[in-house]
């Protein structure tokens, strides 16, 4: 009960965190994936380019969040995440206004850094270092923001366009951002100083701090255990992004109709907000590695799932296990760098991993595209990407141990 009472009196910090995660939806590809058939054909663009242009976007906003990723290490969270949205209400002005291809790549460029990376790394940053104890419950609290604007936006976008311009759409969306989510941060981070919520924690007893001390990114870049998480930290992000990205080719070789798999969305949102709920409290009770082991198992039957079935019973079921894979991840990811090397450069060390996340998210819709332009079908890369995932969480269960010890971090060479 206690750990519950200290949530309810954190409830600034947790909206904080929850009106991040619900903003960065706009820079999210399923958000910006809505709107590909309007811009493609206001700008006289083929698949293909626009592909090739939002993915040199997404890449070049993951090589600049590499370097900006770290402020959170050195500025004021609440003022950082106010800056942040306000930059992101900058760039959607930008998108309502895009009619060459070079605005265009300069706003998918802004979304996808203020919008897809830039607010949740602050948001889990801000839980992982402002909460001990009850971190994996704040994570997923805070992060309840993804799934919300997953089952709410593409619902909402399909009607707005029944009657108004997608550039309509997306300056009003700034109107919505200025008016109501900035003052609401400002609002939030207002009581997070009055509270003194806004403070640095460390999940350690006194005696174990100091005997170790917090890895810098640097000295991450040494570890081992690093390299071997990478694999199954970088497979959720690389493969939703290009299933969600070539939705419409999946629809045209099962023989389903668009409308229908759209309806399936709120299956992952109601999924993902699930697990992460209960994900949060499993990491405060067994820790986010012991649970690494597990999290990948939805999105390895998933891919079975729709590799191997061409009925449309199937898309719901696929969405939901893909979702809860999803939320999983942002909760055990967002503690398990925490655990592993402390919350003195967590910013630092978080910004290198969601940079290599992004970065897959960069590469997987080219490179699914080109497989199938190849005569790869997708029935065939879901049965192989199946096949990798079920290795990786074996992995992770195999390197349990080993990455449940909290290691002092290496001399200087």
Request: glycine fraction near 8%.
């Amino acid at each position: 009960m206690d750990a519950y009472y200290n949530l309810g009196r954190s409830s600034p910090a947790l909206f904080f965190g929850f009106l991040l995660a619900l903003s960065s939806n706009v820079g999210q590809t399923f958000f910006i994936a809505l709107f590909s058939g309007e811009i493609r054909n206001d700008l006289g663009l083929s698949h293909g380019r626009f592909g090739a242009i939002y993915s040199a976007a997404t890449l070049g906003s993951a090589i600049i969040f590499l370097w900006i990723g770290k402020s959170t290490d050195k500025y004021d969270l609440p003022w950082l995440g106010a800056a942040a949205l306000l930059g992101l209400s900058g760039c959607m002005i930008v998108m309502a206004n895009t009619y060459s291809v070079f605005v265009l790549f300069l706003a998918l460029l802004g979304m996808r850094l203020l919008g897809q990376a830039l607010p949740g790394h602050i948001a889990i940053t801000a839980m992982a270092r402002w909460f001990s104890a009850e971190r994996g419950r704040a994570i997923s609290i805070a992060t309840l923001g993804y799934p919300v604007g997953e089952a709410l936006l593409p619902m909402l976008v399909a009607t707005f366009l029944t009657f108004l311009t997608w550039r309509e759409i997306w300056a009003h969306g700034t109107l919505i951002m200025l008016l109501i989510l900035l003052p609401a941060m400002l609002w939030s981070s207002h009581l997070l100083r009055s509270r003194n919520l806004d403070r640095h924690q460390e999940l350690l007893p006194e005696k174990q701090k100091e005997k170790l001390k917090c890895w810098t990114r640097a000295q991450v870049l040494r570890d081992q255990r690093f390299y071997i998480l990478l694999p199954g930290l970088l497979a959720p992000p690389f493969i939703i992004t290009g299933v969600l990205f070539h939705q419409v080719h999946l629809v045209d070789m099962k023989s389903w109709l668009l409308p229908e798999f759209a309806s399936c969305y709120p299956f992952y949102a109601i999924s993902a907000t699930i697990v992460t709920l209960v994900a949060g409290w499993m990491v405060d009770r067994f820790g986010a590695v012991y649970l690494l082991q597990f999290y990948l198992l939805p999105l390895a039957f998933g891919l079975a799932l729709i590799g191997c079935i061409d009925e449309f019973y199937v898309a719901p079921i696929f969405m939901a296990l893909i979702g809860a894979s999803a939320g999983g991840a942002t909760v055990l990811f967002g503690a398990l760098w925490a655990e592993m090397y402390g919350t003195d450069n967590l910013g630092s060390i978080r910004s290198l991993s969601v940079t290599l996340q992004v970065f897959s998210t960069a590469v997987a819709p080219a490179l699914l595209g080109a497989l199938i332009d190849v005569g790869i079908s997708l029935e065939t890369q879901f049965m192989g990407l199946s096949v990798y995932v079920f290795i990786c969480a074996a992995v992770f269960g195999w390197m349990r141990r080993t990455l449940s010890i909290r290691q002092s971090p290496p001399s200087p060479a």
